[in-house]
């Protein structure tokens, strides 16, 4: 009889149960076992090779990216609006150094006390470390040779093999110094993406607009002779605010033109202060040049808010037409220096024609066609449009969707584009043969990259910031406060900016970023407190024995190009939508010791996803 065919007991004898206890348990902990060591395996070859997570420490990169922040609600004008944190704790060892007291708000200026604001963590990204190759405004992790045990992260501005300068807080590159500079131009979405609030309407600092301030939206006419309006008095045409709605309707059935106009009436401190103490001598807010003021850095950051004129604006809004005639004509229009650019709107054919008039010192007013395009916008309807003219280049969305302009629509200038008197009110709608109504009115702008006050050259009787490692001259710092004084006087910051350019190129020559075939360029969009390419200081890479240039990131430094935002900060809820505290900052006392502060809570629960923040990194 064969073993296969032997009888079977009915029964297992007690020793075998044994041994089947002692086996069952030892082999489910070693495929326990098994399984967890290949799940750090994957995990490791994972982050090793493919991806990896990281938290954003610091604001260098905002709008886009989030380091540790606070959220805010303006006791102004009631918009929300996020300010950095990161200045508060030491980098290394998260202890709290001090606590922001004072922010102000990027839409109505208004100085709001924080100190009690709830503070968040910064965003985790994912960063994909198989990258073959970079491209232009891409946002990459990277080792800094200064500092290589810290990782950076920032927008790669500048390709092997290039010359980068910045003009007016635009990137321009070029290949061989015979060759003409040419502004590089960011993605139409990503551009989108990365814009940083002028003004939004549905905001209003109601208090100004009761005391010192008029709407900064108003009927208006153009007069020449009108300098203090920058050319555009307010007056009564065929538009009706309603202050309450903040709409604005149209009932322009006649063949005029008829304006509404942004005018930029952006209050000083001092104003604030003197309306909230009820000082009746006041005086009334005038219309100033839009800035590179970043609602991010708070006010009592290092560095200079509102310095530098920035004319990449983009117009938002909404637009419900109730009739037209065959004529009807909404018209989008954006100032910039010597430049005007519309688009006119039949809106009866849904027909656009973009428009640019150029006005050169000296020369003739030349008004030119550059595209003709279809924009679906005909009849009654309500529509999402939005009118850009950022990196020398026109675009148009309509709903969401981009109205492609073609390469006419993009366009180089030569030389400073300086402010006029009509950048004081840069941006209006004109309507004629309709009716209808605009809302949600929003000015946007493109982030302007500073460098054109700074000396990197090391010499003697030039002083160094030694948080920055940059180098700033004396003569050419004390030209910021006459920038900043100048912005109500268009004229006034034209000569004040063309002499302080003239004087930087003179002592310290043009401001160029020369790479290697194997260097990278990389800037922050958060430009005025990003240290990056522009500040990497002179003495730490040669003291590694590296070569490269002061400025460059080199290849080899990449790690990867950042994905997306899996997790920014979770809101709180309950107790009044702050949470309860579950751990405290820990903070310097008396004597230099670390003790728990247990007025500032570190982190905060329960809270839930913030969902509107998940998103591609673009």
Not at 34 to 48: D, M
Request: glycine residues 6%.
């Amino acid at each position: 009889m064969t073993a296969k065919n032997r009888p079977q007991s009915s029964s297992v004898s007690e020793d075998e149960k044994k041994t089947a206890a002692r086996q069952k348990p030892q082999e489910g902990m070693r495929e326990t076992i098994e399984a967890i060591a290949i799940a750090f395996i994957l995990a490791f070859v994972f982050k090793t090779f493919e991806a990896e997570a990281f938290v954003i420490p610091t604001g260098s990169m905002a709008p886009t990216l989030y380091g540790r922040h606070k959220e805010v609600t303006c006791m102004g004008c009631h918009l929300p609006y996020t300010i950095g944190a990161s200045q508060e704790i030491d980098q290394e060892t998260g202890i709290l150094m001090r606590r922001i007291e004072d922010s102000v708000c990027p839409n109505c200026r208004f100085p709001n006390k924080v100190k009690d604001a709830p503070v968040f963590n910064g965003d985790r990204i994912v960063v994909n470390k198989q990258v073959r190759g970079y491209n232009r405004f891409d946002v990459v992790v990277f080792k800094n040779p200064e500092e290589p045990h810290v990782n950076y992260i920032k927008r790669l501005v500048g390709l092997p093999g290039e010359t980068i300068r910045i003009r007016q807080g635009d990137i321009q590159a070029r290949r061989a110094d015979s060759e003409p500079w040419k502004t590089q131009r960011k993605d139409p979405y990503r551009q989108n993406d990365i814009q940083l609030l002028v003004y939004d309407d549905r905001f209003p600092a109601k208090e100004l607009l009761e005391t010192i301030a008029e709407e900064r939206w108003a009927p208006a006419a153009w007069n020449a002779e009108d300098s203090a309006a920058g050319g555009w008095p307010a007056t009564q045409n065929a538009w009706q605010p309603d202050r309450e709605a903040r709409t604005y309707t149209a009932d322009a059935s006649d063949d005029q033109m008829h304006w509404l106009r942004y005018r930029h009436l952006i209050p000083s401190e001092e104003q604030w202060a003197g309306v909230r103490s009820g000082y009746r001598n006041t005086p009334a807010v005038e219309p100033a040049l839009i800035t590179d003021f970043c609602g991010f850095n708070a006010d009592d950051s290092q560095y200079e808010q509102g310095l530098f004129w920035v004319n990449d604006l983009t117009l938002e809004m909404t637009v419900s037409l109730t009739s037209s005639t065959a004529d009807g004509t909404l018209i989008l229009e954006l100032e910039e220096g010597i430049r005007t650019t519309q688009c006119r709107i039949n809106t009866s054919s849904g027909q656009a024609d973009i428009v640019v008039t150029t006005r050169e010192p000296g020369l003739e007013e030349q008004t030119s066609t550059v595209a003709t395009v279809d924009t679906g916008i005909a009849g009654s309807g309500d529509y999402d449009i939005a009118f850009a003219n950022v990196d020398d280049r026109l675009s148009l969305w309509v709903d969401g969707d981009l109205i492609p302009l073609g390469d006419v629509a993009e366009f180089q200038s030569e030389g400073m584009n300086l402010p006029t008197r009509r950048d004081l009110c840069p941006v209006g709608i004109a309507a004629k043969g309709l009716n209808g109504t605009v809302s949600s009115l929003r000015i946007r702008r493109d982030i302007y990259y500073r460098n054109d006050i700074l000396s990197f050259r090391p010499e003697e009787g030039i002083s160094r910031d030694p948080q920055m490692g940059a180098y700033w001259t004396k003569e050419i710092e004390s030209g910021l406060g006459d920038l900043a004084a100048s912005v109500r006087s268009p004229e006034e910051y034209a000569r004040i900016y063309a002499d302080r350019f003239s004087q930087q190129n003179e002592e310290e020559g043009q401001f160029e970023f020369r790479l290697a075939d194997d260097e990278y360029l990389m800037f922050g969009d958060n430009s005025p407190a990003s240290k990056d390419s522009r500040l990497f200081d002179y003495y730490s890479r040669p003291l590694r024995n590296i070569h490269s240039s002061r400025y460059a990131v080199r290849e080899q430094d990449l790690i990867g190009e950042a994905l997306c935002i899996f997790w920014p900060h979770g809101i709180p809820f309950l107790n009044g939508g702050r949470g309860f505290t579950v751990f405290n900052h820990k903070a310097y006392t008396y004597g230099n010791r670390v003790e728990v502060d247990r007025t500032y809570p570190l982190y905060t629960a329960p809270f839930y996803p913030n969902l509107s923040r998940m998103k591609i990194i673009r």
